[in-house]
């Protein structure tokens, strides 16, 4: 009986240990599941939050893509609006050849812009002029777009006083489009006068199809942008066009990296879930053995204690893992429990802050984190950035999450996000600055600047804007590299910034342009003096690689409210101004006039007449005879170009010739002049040449030779008839460029003869190095031969030099018999001028050439 009783004892005993020991696993293994549990959840709230962001982005910037478009459109509207010529040709009256044949405002809008629809309505609302895809075409607005257009017309004709253009989104056969309307006004154009009438208005129309908007939203970094359709059943990724959508509504792809996180996050603690399944499997096979034999030995016993020493150890191992830190506080805000990470990511001792207010270590800009985890209703998965100090003194930015506990306390996990908080501020900042010199782009200038215009600065305190391009700039790149430029821009922007008062504004709006803008300046004095002190400045050298580099530059300046009150008029008078200082030698600076004004907008009447000149054959060439000296025997010709305007008369080649180099009209300009030439000169005796001016711009074009191949091909002339004549300033800007493309001319068979040699720098190494066949004297050496022996000396030494390298020697501007004389006693080959024959149009040359042959062909017999 004694022996049953303790059987049955031990039996007991035995059971207690097992069911002691499962019980204290399966606690362990509970809280090994909380723990994966949460770190589930967090993961999963991250990667939700990681979605949302990425989701608010890409609507931020699809908001972008289309205010950007919006105020494309209307500035390119208003471009054409407010523009006198617009007002006399498209209001006052109607006159399509202007508008569409001379592509004032025409088919260019389609092709170079996208614009599918132009239109022009009157005062009494009728579509009197309309291009539609590039044609012109006799429709209605209203018809075309498929609804009434009054509420457009009546807010563009609001906006006329205040040259405010306005925009809408219609939808045209069931396309989104985007409709940009201006009252067509004068502007500025003094010389056109308002009349009576409701002002018309011009309208310009662009279709937003899913090409244009997907090259919208690669420029704003959005992906997939286009039009919503029926199809796309989830209000997710929308952007409403019009009120309330009613247009239609943009879509996007948006990248899903939360989604991505959890593909890689949940196999992980899934993995790490089945390890410990696992190693939980064997602790319990160890435990019930350990606590079968815990009545046997004290052994047993503690080999039990140190298995669940390891398990928590474990613990703290899974927990210690993770990335964040974790927290516990108590109902009065003070921590309970740090994990290990807190330290490896703070710096701060974790013993020190156990027990210590929550308050002092993190603090929010909306009150404090007690306050913030006491507020009713609040969602456990919003999180909050708070800040702390670390033991360096920095402050550092955290996110942290939270949920209530049993015990009226809190438990969550922060993480440290100081460097996605950092990259923000930089893109911020970027958005409002220069990436190279980190001084304002346009953007902050437009706001600083309509910030300053608002306090309405007055005559006796203007608000001053100098606008600063500057000069030699472009050879510093083209010679030592954009890296020795991007070191020039740094430097003149560190000067430009000493030179200005706190308070000032000095941003970059392009790649040498600069924009300054003045306040609280007194006098027009003290604006000149500050000019004078940002020229001299920047003059001083910039050193680069042991050698200095030497730039300067050219002012425009323009105040308000004298000159303008509005942002866009102001920086366009100073610009005016800006060009008004370089056109007067650069290196200075100039005050905008209102004749400035006028001149650019004569500027552009002339460029825009000298294109329809080119397209339309108004061009008339005339040939200069050239004679041999020694007996006046004629040997060729040099082709004049000439423009007779309709209203303004003859207008002089030094005039229009550089608005055609400005304007890129100067290669459809030679190409005329080479053809006409050319293909004149075909029909002369085969011992007569004619020779032709090249301007220095061609040489950059890339394409001379082949220009120059077909026109000789086209007019079948002989190429060693043909003269080109250049000068040395193509040299000087790219003398290898040059050289090469001197040479492959010259394997054409053409003659190259180098003009105005005298003028410039001109060097022997030239004559020597380039393959020139002539050269010619300039007119301002015989024009002082009255006056100047050393004239006379260097007419000598010219055309001994020329004879010495085997160069023809032709001297310009022959007046007076007296110079003729001198040049054929030096031996001087060639010349041509007044006293030898002015210069006469095609067909007198040809009956001149006539004559001559006849003569010729008399002395013979």
């Known amino acids: 009986m004694p022996n049953n009783l303790a059987s049955i004892v031990s039996s007991l005993s035995n059971r207690t240990s097992v069911s002691l020991a499962r019980a204290s696993l399966f606690k362990f293994v509970g809280l090994l599941a909380g723990v994966f549990l949460l770190a589930s959840v967090s993961l999963v709230f991250l990667a939700q939050d990681l979605d949302r962001t990425e989701e608010a982005e890409s609507a931020f910037y699809t908001q972008k893509a289309v205010q950007s478009l919006e105020k494309s459109l209307r500035l390119t509207v208003k471009d054409y609006a407010f523009w006198g010529d617009a007002y006399k040709h498209l209001h006052t009256q109607v006159d399509p050849n202007w508008a569409f044949v001379r592509q004032n405002v025409g088919s260019t809008l389609y092709a170079d812009f996208g614009i599918q629809g132009l239109f022009v309505v009157n005062d009494v609302n009728r579509t009197v002029y309309s291009v539609v895809k590039g044609e012109l075409k006799p ?5 075309w777009l498929g609804h009434s257009v009054d509420s457009i017309l009546d807010k563009a004709r609001a906006g006329a006083e205040s040259e405010t253009p306005t925009t809408a989104f219609v939808k045209i056969g069931g396309v989104p489009a985007l409709v940009a309307a201006a009252a067509i006004t004068p502007g500025t154009d003094p010389t056109v006068s308002l009349d009576d009438r409701l002002p018309s208005v011009l309208i310009f129309v662009d279709m937003l199809e899913d090409a244009k908007l997907q090259a919208i939203g690669d420029d704003f970094g959005v992906n997939g942008l286009r039009v919503a359709t029926a199809d796309d059943v989830d209000d997710t990724s929308r952007f409403a066009l019009g009120d309330d959508g009613s247009v239609g509504n943009l879509r996007w792809i948006s990248s899903r990296p939360g989604l ?32 079968l034999a815990l009545d046997a030995s004290y052994a047993s016993l503690q080999k039990s204690q ?16 993770s990335s964040d830190w974790v927290w516990e506080i108590d109902a009065n805000s003070r921590f309970t429990y740090l994990s290990e990470r807190f330290e490896a990511v703070t710096g701060l001792s974790m013993n020190a802050w156990i027990g210590a207010a929550m308050d002092d270590l993190l603090g929010t800009e909306s009150g404090t984190l007690s306050q913030w985890l006491s507020l009713p209703n609040r969602r456990p998965d919003i999180t909050i950035q708070c800040r702390y100090v670390d033991p360096l003194g920095r402050e550092r930015i955290t996110r942290l999450s939270a949920r209530d506990m049993p015990c009226k306390g809190f438990r969550g996990t922060a993480t440290d996000v ?105 006098s027009q004095d003290e604006v000149e ?27 425009g300046i323009a105040m308000a409210p004298n000159d303008a009150s509005k942002a866009a008029e102001l920086l366009r008078y100073a610009d005016i101004a800006l060009y008004e200082a370089k056109a007067a030698g650069r290196n200075t600076w100039r005050f905008y006039a209102g004749d400035m004004n006028v001149k650019i907008i004569e500027r552009r009447r002339l460029e825009n007449d000298l294109r329809f000149a080119i397209k339309h054959g108004e061009l008339r060439l005339h040939f200069q005879p050239r004679y041999r000296i020694a007996d006046g025997k004629m040997v060729g010709a040099e082709a004049l170009v000439r423009w007779k305007h309709p209203e303004h008369g003859l207008i002089p080649p030094d005039t229009f010739i550089p608005i055609a180099e400005e304007s890129g009209l100067i290669i459809s300009l030679s190409n005329w002049v080479l053809n006409t030439a050319c293909t004149s000169a075909a029909h002369w005796p085969n011992g007569l040449f004619v020779s032709v001016n090249l301007s220095p711009t061609e040489f950059k074009q890339g394409n001379l030779v082949e220009r120059i191949q ?27 460029g040059a050289l090469e493309i001197m040479r492959t001319l010259k394997r054409l068979g053409v003659r190259i003869a180098m003009d105005d040699f005298g ?24 024009n002082r031969l009255d006056e100047s022996e050393d004239d006379k000396a ?68």
């Not at 003096?529 to 002012?555: G, K, N, T, Y």
């Open 710 to 736: 077909q026109s000789l091909d086209d007019s079948g002339i002989d190429p060693a008839r043909v003269e080109l004549e250049i000068t040395e300033s193509v040299m000087l800007e790219d003398a290898s």
């Open 306 to 321: 140190d298995a669940l020493a390891t398990s928590e150890a474990r613990f703290r191992d899974v927990v210690e893992a």
């Open 260 to 291: 991505r996180l959890l593909g890689i996050g949940l196999p992980l603690i899934g993995i790490a879930a089945l390890l410990v399944c696992l190693m939980t499997w064997v602790i319990l096979r160890r435990a019930t053995v350990a606590a």
């Open 418 to 522: 100081t460097e996605e908080v950092e990259a923000r501020r930089r893109i911020e900042f970027l958005s409002q600055h220069d990436a190279l010199t980190g001084l304002p782009n346009r953007t902050r200038l437009q706001e600083f600047l309509d910030g300053k215009l608002k306090a309405m600065p007055s005559e006796d305190s203007p608000l001053v804007m100098l606008s600063l391009d500057l000069d030699r700039f472009k050879p510093v790149n083209d010679l030592l590299g954009h890296a020795a430029g991007d070191l020039v821009l740094n430097e003149v922007s560190s000067r430009l910034a000493d030179c200005v008062r706190h308070g000032d504004l000095v941003a970059r709006v392009g790649g040498d342009e600069f924009v300054l803008i003045l306040t609280d300046v007194s």
């Open 759 to 782: 003028t410039g720098y001109s060097s022997l190494s030239y004559l020597r190095a380039f393959p020139f066949d002539g050269l010619k004297i300039d007119r301002s050496f015989l």
């Open 139 to 143: 429709v209605e607005l209203a018809q």
């Open 529 to 555: 003096a500050l000019c004078h002190r940002l020229i001299e400045s920047i003059e001083r050298p910039v050193a680069i690689d042991e050698q200095e580099v030497f730039v300067s530059a050219s002012i």
């Open 794 to 861: 260097i007419i000598q030494a010219i055309v001994g030099l020329g004879r010495a390298l085997a160069l023809t020697v032709t001297a310009e501007g022959i007046e007076t018999a007296e110079q003729l004389k001198l040049l054929k006693a030096v031996s001087c080959d060639e010349g041509q001028g007044y006293f030898l024959s002015r210069p006469l149009d095609i067909e007198a040359f040809n009956t001149l050439v006539g004559v001559r042959e006849k003569e010729v062909s008399q002395s013979d017999v």
